[in-house]
């Protein structure tokens, strides 16, 4: 069982836009910065956002983050096909002492 | 350009240890920005972190793990190490090594992960 909740599916058609919402709790997201990743088929986990908004290198604008409270949201404009794949969220979890996952959401391009 | 490989069995009987390692390359492994650590992935499921060490061999790991897991680096061989203990089938996943970035300049995500390198406990 996640400490932090992501819905188990999304779908949107290309060229739109969509959004992941990841819920937390004051010991992860209410209190830590929250990152995201990408799960390409097949593939390892890429950074997409970390610091609750801010892209890495080579990551496309299209990707954009946002959080208020314990709640963080993943949005991808533009969607195209190659974003097919499975988004996690991630934060340090002060009542664990541990790094957090979400349990992911796989992204359909209908 | 960092790259990251993990490498060990891909076989491992139930109650023995798990021992896998992570070679890097394009990158020192001693740098003060850095975390190294283990993720895996159970066939089908998602994330959980297993363990980070930093260059100076502070570790923390998963409580959830308890004290089965042994994370340890070695600079001189630009390597480091994960060891888990009294494997059993839930411990059957693909491994990960990744860096993170220590947050100094507000990025501790796992920036950069090797290819998985998938792990079978059975007899």
């Known amino acids: 069982q996640s400490v932090m909740t992501q819905p188990p599916s999304a779908s949107e058609t290309p060229g739109q836009r969509v959004t992941i919402s990841c819920s937390g709790s004051s010991s992860n997201l209410g209190t830590n910065t929250v990152n995201w990743y990408q799960q390409l088929p097949g593939t390892a986990p890429r950074l997409l956002i970390y610091s609750d908004t801010q892209r890495p290198s080579g990551v496309p604008d299209r990707f954009s983050g946002s959080k208020s409270g314990t709640s963080a949201s993943l949005a991808i404009s533009g969607l195209q096909s190659v974003d097919e794949g499975d988004y996690y969220c991630?934060?340090?979890?002060?009542?664990?002492?541990?790094?957090?996952f979400g349990g992911g959401t796989k992204l359909t391009v209908l | 350009q960092l790259q990251l490989q993990a490498s060990g069995p891909g076989l491992v009987k139930p109650s023995e240890t798990l021992s896998l390692t992570c070679t890097v390359s394009?990158?020192?492994?001693?740098?003060?920005?850095?975390?190294w650590g283990w993720i895996r992935q159970p066939p089908g499921k998602g994330l959980e972190w297993i363990g980070s060490?930093?260059?100076?061999?502070?570790?923390i790991h998963n409580p959830s793990l308890r004290s089965r897991v042994t994370v340890s680096i070695d600079s001189s061989k630009k390597h480091f190490s994960l060891r888990l203990t009294s494997v059993t089938a839930a411990d059957t996943a693909v491994y990960f090594c990744?860096?993170?970035?220590?947050?100094?300049?507000?990025?501790?995500?796992?920036?950069?992960w090797s290819p998985g390198t998938s792990v079978t406990v059975s007899s």
């Open positions: 394009g990158d020192t492994i001693s740098s003060p920005d850095y975390y």
């Open positions: 991630g934060a340090w979890d002060d009542n664990l002492n541990a790094w957090a």
């Open positions: 990744a860096r993170r970035g220590s947050g100094h300049d507000g990025n501790d995500g796992f920036g950069v």
């Open positions: 060490v930093y260059y100076t061999g502070s570790i």
